[in-house]
């Protein structure tokens, strides 16, 4: 098969303010095997140095395309702003401070290849590394009773209402899947979590148990936000949990996102956001599955609000 006969796959690299790790990210697309790539470069408006970085590779690398935002819209918002004007037949969500492994595309794409046709995404391990480029650990850790988080292939949603176990930067989706939801959801604060849902309804998830990303671990990233005093994603949360329950279809799916809204009701008042803790608690009664201790999280955030 010719590079031209493989499928195209695109890159959406989404920056703001990555300037420290901007030149390894880009260079990690251009050190890819995978030779049938589609690059949209887009910056969020930085207030760094990015913006001459990206310019300085697209000049060198003239197929690349560069989108400068004018204003700070985004996650969501940038990335189907690339998303729109790509044509990729399997699209990357790629973010410039993380790195892509020579061979993550090709795997992926050999994935997708051996999948059942409904599969809509696919996922595999990462390595989390810290500021320095310097290995912290693996994502899924190996232990006598198999990988932890356990990972889940083919029809996943109640696995993905109930916890967290795919790492985000893996990713590649199918186009087709990402049309069908149109695209990401630009009134949240973030993607992942609504597409695993939206997307997991009516398509499959495939996980392949191979290393082929490298996840920063720095105190600007999206993950270090979460969970914290006035956690900036808890309504987006809150709303994707709404959508889900909406899709849910059986007692046992509603019994999995209950565990969500659980654990979310724990953190919400843990650290104080105790307006959220009442939605959460709300949601649980609508669900049906509250248990002592959710009545008391949900009476302790109505008496300290």
């Keep these: 098969m010719s590079d031209a006969e493989l499928p195209l796959v695109t890159i959406v690299a989404l920056c703001y303010n990555h300037a420290r790790f901007l030149p390894q990210a880009l260079d990690s697309i251009l050190g890819q095997s995978y030779p049938n790539l589609e690059v949209l470069l887009v910056d969020d408006a930085s207030t760094d140095s990015s913006v001459s970085i990206l310019q300085r590779y697209a000049a060198a690398t003239p197929q690349w395309r560069l989108l400068l935002l004018p204003e700070n819209v985004g996650n969501c918002r940038a990335f189907n702003y690339a998303f729109r004007q790509s044509a990729g037949e399997f ?4 973010a410039t401070d993380d790195v892509l492994l020579p061979q993550r595309v090709a795997q992926h794409v050999a994935a997708f290849q051996r999948a059942d046709p409904a599969c809509g995404m696919v996922y595999s391990d990462a390595e989390l590394i810290d500021e320095e480029g310097q290995l912290v650990r693996r994502h899924f850790r190996r232990t006598a009773q198999g990988l932890q988080p356990r990972p889940a292939s083919g029809w996943v949603f109640a696995d993905v ?3 967290y176990f795919i790492s985000t930067p893996t990713m590649t989706m199918r186009r087709a899947t990402l049309e069908q939801l149109g695209g990401y959801d630009e009134t949240l604060a973030y993607e992942d979590f609504d597409f695993w849902v939206r997307a997991s309804r009516d398509w499959q998830f495939y996980f392949l148990d191979e290393v082929t ?10 993950s270090k936000k979460g969970y914290r005093p006035h956690d900036p994603y808890l309504a987006s949360t809150i709303r994707v949990c709404y959508k889900a329950l909406a899709l849910c279809r059986t007692d046992a799916e509603r019994a999995a996102l209950a565990v969500r809204v659980q654990w979310e009701l724990r953190q919400a008042v843990r650290w104080r956001n ?7 608690y709300q949601l649980l009664q609508q669900l049906g599955h509250l248990r002592p201790l959710d009545r008391l999280l949900g009476l302790w955030a109505r008496i300290v609000r």
Excluded: G, N
């Design 213 to 222: 990303t490298q996840k920063r671990l720095h105190p600007q990233s999206m």
């Design 91 to 94: 699209v990357i969500d790629f």
């Design 161 to 163: 209402l109930a916890r």
């Design 274 to 280: 105790y307006s959220e803790a009442q939605q959460l």
